[in-house]
């Protein structure tokens, strides 16, 4: 319990916060440790990485509303290893401060509670949340940054980058068309071409004219004729089809699971193969389903190319559809032992899915109006 001052500060930030457009969810975080990410949520992507670069001082403004916000003791910055220079400026710019600097290994993906438990060792209850820890991102913070001082939360940074002639990090306005930002990236190379608002893996296929929100950072052009769009095009009827005469339960998507190596009682190939039969009884497999995070790993492992996580969408949408609320069950007892050692690398999730040609980190473009 703070004081009674604090809380009435920390009431004022919030009603700001909320006033600015900030998420209800960010806005009302209380936690003990504060973890703010500079790790991107998909290897093509870099927008915190650049937002730290050029905004290091209202990212510290950003750490210290959120730890008023939070009631946070414990900060922590998370970086990624490479680049080098990245990690050299990071410890520079919060030298003297309360903020931990952790440089993270390069792995896919690093949601939150992977983060969480890498950097305090907690493990995540039965809905998958970790308890007393709260994670964020770097434009989050920014957006805190802007809500302290009254202002509206009006401009996303997002990274524009794949088939596209010229990627760059636009900081541009919320509702910004796709078709805008494809332009403002030089245009798309390929005649016909597909979109991912978010990233081409854990994002969501977008039109011309459908616009950026308050929670989008990526957006990633591809080629219609590239594995991933068309994979991610393909009727969910289809995929149960695939699923029902492919998979041979070989495992290797609960191997590599990251909610499973953290000790959730998910396994991915007994689900595609409830799902694929369509058994209608709540087996734990098809309920431990709905803690999918739609990471995309058991895809990228797949010896055959099946997406059980579409499986998992499908089961999710039905299961609401009827009214039934999530069954998540008992709460991880340990994280896998081979944890370490299953999880896939960035490099290597970038050269399965034949996304090298745009690995390239593309530069920053500040918008000249915003200084």
């Given at each position: 319990?703070?004081?009674?001052?604090?809380?009435?500060v920390r009431a004022a930030l919030?009603?700001?916060?909320?006033?600015?457009?900030?998420?209800?969810?960010?806005?009302?975080?209380?936690?003990?440790?504060?973890?703010?990410?500079?790790?991107?949520?998909?290897?093509?992507?870099?927008?915190?990485?650049?937002?730290?670069?050029?905004?290091?001082?209202?990212?510290?403004?950003?750490?210290?509303?959120?730890?008023?916000?939070?009631?946070?003791?414990?900060?922590?910055?998370?970086?990624?290893?490479?680049?080098?220079?990245?990690?050299?400026?990071?410890?520079?710019?919060?030298?003297?401060?309360?903020?931990?600097?952790?440089?993270?290994?390069?792995?896919?993906?690093?949601?939150?509670?992977?983060?969480?438990?890498?950097?305090?060792?907690?493990?995540?209850?039965?809905?998958?949340?970790?308890?007393?820890?709260?994670?964020?991102?770097?434009?989050?913070?920014?957006?805190?940054?802007?809500?302290?001082?009254?202002?509206?939360?009006?401009?996303?940074?997002?990274?524009?980058?794949?088939?596209?002639?010229?990627?760059?990090?636009?900081?541009?306005?919320?509702?910004?068309?796709?078709?805008?930002?494809?332009?403002?990236?030089?245009?798309?190379?390929?005649?016909?071409?597909?979109?991912?608002?978010?990233?081409?893996?854990?994002?969501?296929?977008?039109?011309?004219?459908?616009?950026?929100?308050?929670?989008?950072?990526?957006?990633?052009?591809?080629?219609?004729?590239?594995?991933?769009?068309?994979?991610?095009?393909?009727?969910?009827?289809?995929?149960v089809r695939r699923a029902r005469?492919?998979?041979?339960?070989?495992?290797?998507?609960?191997?590599?699971?990251?909610?499973?190596?953290?000790?959730?009682?998910?396994?991915?190939?007994?689900?595609?193969?409830?799902?694929?039969?369509?058994?209608?009884?709540?087996?734990?497999?098809?309920?431990?389903?709905?803690?999918?995070?739609?990471?995309?790993?058991?895809?990228?492992?797949?010896?055959?190319?099946?997406?059980?996580?579409?499986?998992?969408?499908?089961?999710?949408?039905?299961?609401?559809?009827?009214?039934?609320?999530?069954?998540?069950?008992?709460?991880?007892?340990?994280?896998?032992?081979?944890?370490?050692?299953?999880?896939?690398?960035?490099?290597?999730?970038?050269?399965?899915?034949?996304?090298?040609?745009?690995?390239?980190?593309?530069?920053?473009?500040?918008?000249?109006?915003?200084?």
């Open positions: 319990m703070g004081r009674p001052a604090d809380i009435e919030r009603r700001r916060a909320l006033a600015a457009g900030l998420d209800p969810g960010v806005a009302n975080l209380e936690a003990d440790t504060l973890i703010a990410s500079a790790l991107d949520p998909e290897p093509l992507v870099v927008t915190s990485r650049r937002l730290l670069a050029a905004r290091p001082a209202a990212v510290r403004r950003g750490f210290g509303a959120a730890a008023l916000l939070t009631g946070a003791g414990r900060l922590v910055l998370a970086v990624p290893m490479a680049p080098e220079p990245d990690c050299a400026a990071a410890r520079r710019d919060f030298a003297g401060t309360p903020v931990e600097v952790a440089v993270m290994p390069d792995r896919y993906p690093t949601d939150a509670a992977d983060l969480a438990f890498d950097l305090t060792g907690r493990l995540p209850d039965a809905s998958g949340r970790t308890p007393g820890v709260a994670v964020v991102d770097l434009q989050t913070l920014l957006h805190l940054d802007e809500a302290s001082r009254g202002e509206p939360i009006t401009h996303r940074a997002v990274t524009v980058t794949g088939a596209v002639r010229r990627p760059r990090v636009l900081e541009t306005a919320v509702g910004t068309s796709v078709g805008d930002l494809v332009a403002a990236a030089g245009g798309a190379e390929p005649a016909a071409w597909l979109a991912f608002l978010g990233g081409p893996l854990t994002g969501r296929p977008a039109a011309v004219d459908d616009v950026l929100t308050p929670a989008d950072d990526a957006l990633c052009v591809l080629a219609l004729d590239h594995p991933l769009a068309r994979a991610r095009q393909r009727p969910l009827v289809d995929e005469g492919a998979c041979e339960a070989c495992g290797a998507c609960t191997a590599h699971c990251p909610r499973a190596l953290l000790g959730h009682g998910l396994a991915p190939h007994e689900a595609v193969r409830a799902v694929a039969y369509l058994q209608e009884e709540r087996t734990a497999g098809v309920a431990a389903a709905t803690l999918c995070a739609g990471c995309g790993v058991c895809e990228i492992v797949c010896p055959i190319g099946l997406s059980p996580r579409r499986l998992f969408a499908g089961i999710a949408a039905a299961l609401a559809a009827r009214g039934v609320p999530p069954e998540p069950g008992s709460p991880p007892r340990a994280a896998h032992p081979e944890r370490a050692m299953r999880r896939l690398t960035r490099v290597g999730v970038l050269r399965r899915l034949a996304l090298e040609p745009y690995a390239a980190p593309p530069p920053w473009e500040p918008d000249p109006h915003r200084g």
